[in-house]
């Protein structure tokens, strides 16, 4: 299989505090790791794009300063919402790809649900 | 510019009747994949098929069948006997093109939100 974990699960905290969320390959190595937002009945707004070792990739519109995003290693990556407002409430998923240069499936971590108060 | 469209937002049918959801995108290359997920109501994203731009024929897995047809360029997922566990959002996706480089990403729709009533 191809299993993506993600923690925590939910998370409730205060406007301005910082959360990091953990996307764990566990057994395969993820070359990439994508990191996504959802709103509620939405589809999946892409965040950003990274690979081991790499800085991340950004897509437009969104703060690589409010979003810091690690891969430090080819089973781990971590976002961090700094300084988080209510509007950063949202579901967080992670997902991860084994195949950097072909077009591999991603597989999808459980999400964060992220609640800023 | 790439873009899938699903444009049934929701659906809802009786246990046992059969669905299909509708996939229609629009790529310039040629060589692509498609992609089908399922997002229950939990929020996890379940991989259900990955179809490659180059195989045109149509896959059964159980309950579920893909009609991929390159000339309407369409992918579509068809649920035989639906059960409520299949209650859920379904995704379809299209990868970028090789010319996108290594990082290739997902585009997707805005998908389908299936209701199985018991």
């Known amino acids: 299989g191809a299993v993506v974990s993600q923690h925590p699960s939910r998370v409730i905290c205060k406007s301005g505090t910082s959360v990091k969320i953990e996307c764990r390959s566990l057994d395969f190595q993820a070359t990439t790791m994508f990191w996504y937002r959802q709103f509620p009945k939405q589809s999946l707004m892409l965040m950003a794009t990274?690979?081991?070792?790499?800085?991340?990739?950004?897509e437009q519109g969104v703060e690589k300063d409010k979003f810091l995003i690690n891969h430090a290693s080819l089973t781990l990556s971590t976002l961090t919402v700094t300084s988080a407002h209510p509007e950063d409430s949202s579901f967080y998923i992670c997902?991860?790809?084994?195949?950097?240069?072909?077009?591999?499936?991603?597989?999808f971590g459980p999400g964060t649900r992220l609640t800023v108060l | 510019a790439q873009k899938v469209t699903q444009a049934q937002t929701e659906i809802s049918v009786v246990e046992k009747e059969d669905v299909t959801l509708d996939c229609v995108y629009e790529?310039?290359?040629?060589?692509?994949?498609l992609f089908w997920y399922k997002q229950p109501p939990s929020g996890e994203l379940v991989f259900l098929i990955r179809?490659?731009?180059?195989d045109e024929q149509n896959e059964i897995s159980g309950r579920y069948s893909w009609n991929f047809q390159k000339s309407t360029s369409s992918f579509n997922f068809t649920i035989t006997a639906s059960q409520v566990v299949d209650s859920a959002v379904y995704f379809c996706a299209l990868s970028e093109g090789i010319n996108a480089g290594n990082n290739r990403k997902l585009i997707w729709g805005l998908g389908t939100s299936l209701a199985v009533n018991p």
């Open positions: 990274s690979n081991e070792g790499s800085k991340a990739t950004y």
């Open positions: 790529t310039r290359d040629t060589t692509y994949y």
């Open positions: 997902s991860g790809k084994r195949d950097r240069i072909s077009t591999d499936t991603q597989y």
């Open positions: 179809r490659n731009s180059f």
